[in-house]
């Protein structure tokens, strides 16, 4: 195809639009919800999908140390626990540090509880080389002496994975369902416009003109279709995202665990949701002459 040829496909496909102005319209406009919903849906399971792995790879036994274990003891109790396999570290953290994560994360009622009072006990925090060894850790560590608990939230732990994996499985497949949709919407637009010129495509075959060429002016008014769907939704996302790592990212941040950055999120999404708005316009277009032009 020679760039005359093109030229004239692209000119076709600009005056097709600006032709059929309102039908245009309502196509721009259901790509720009969808790609609108389906941006969102991306980044909530790119984000899902990178604190599932932080909290995974975060996993940690704590081991509570029994009350009036010795300094001697202790140091013993801590060579114990990095001689178990597939333990990759293994810190100390006193009950007055321990009652300070509390504070932090329940509020300064706790506090009541300092000094004497302190209910907590000083704990070896273990982590293991494999996320999946912690299990195995936390049980041999409950066998060795002067440990009170080997605990390493695993109920917990399970239980949100799995409300991740889900998360995850239903945004995807809810991204899936709004793509078919906006690809019959831009069907239907684009029928109607092939519909009004049934007359001028029979004349094109009748003087020779191939299949692909009378296809290229749809496929590419279906392009543009979703391109121009997909401006006002970027900028939405964009500053949304913007919006809530600045807040929502802020709180996680104490907890240590993090969202992706806009830098790294936003420039990646924007490309993709581009690329799948002209696709989707395209693939509807394709669809509609499919089912509908007798070529």
Do not use: C
């Amino acid at each position: 195809m020679n760039w005359t040829t093109m030229r004239n496909h692209l000119h076709d496909s600009f005056k097709s639009i600006w032709r059929n102005g309102w039908m245009a319209f309502a196509a721009i406009s259901g790509v720009a919800v969808t790609i609108l919903l389906v941006g969102i849906s991306l980044a909530l399971v790119f984000n899902v999908t990178k604190l599932s792995h932080d909290v995974e790879n975060d996993v940690r036994v704590q081991v509570s140390i029994e009350p009036k274990t010795t300094d001697r003891q202790e140091a013993a109790l801590k060579a114990q626990l990095q001689k178990i396999k597939h333990v990759d570290q293994v810190t100390f953290s006193s009950k007055e540090n321990e009652l300070k994560k509390v504070v932090r994360q329940y509020g300064n009622s706790f506090e009541m509880f300092n000094g004497d009072d302190n209910p907590l006990s000083d704990v070896f925090v273990v982590r293991a080389t494999d996320p999946e060894k912690t299990v195995a850790i936390a049980k041999q560590a409950k066998k060795l002496d002067h440990v009170a608990r080997a605990n390493y939230g695993g109920t917990q732990t399970k239980k949100l994975f799995k409300t991740m994996n889900g998360i995850r499985n239903w945004g995807m497949a809810f991204s899936v369902l709004l793509l078919v949709v906006a690809i019959f919407l831009i069907a239907n637009t684009i029928r109607i416009t092939i519909l009004s010129r049934q007359n001028e495509i029979e004349i094109m075959r009748l003087v020779g003109a191939t299949r692909w060429y009378i296809r290229w002016p749809f496929i590419l008014e279906g392009a543009w279709t979703g391109l121009l769907g997909a401006i006002l939704p970027l900028v939405i996302i964009d500053f949304g995202y913007v919006s809530v790592y600045n807040g929502v990212g802020q709180q996680l941040t104490t907890s240590g665990y993090h969202l992706l950055t806009p830098n790294a999120l936003l420039l990646p999404l924007n490309i993709a949701l581009i690329v799948i708005a002209m696709l989707i316009g395209s693939l509807g277009a394709a669809v509609s002459m499919r089912r509908f032009l007798k070529i």
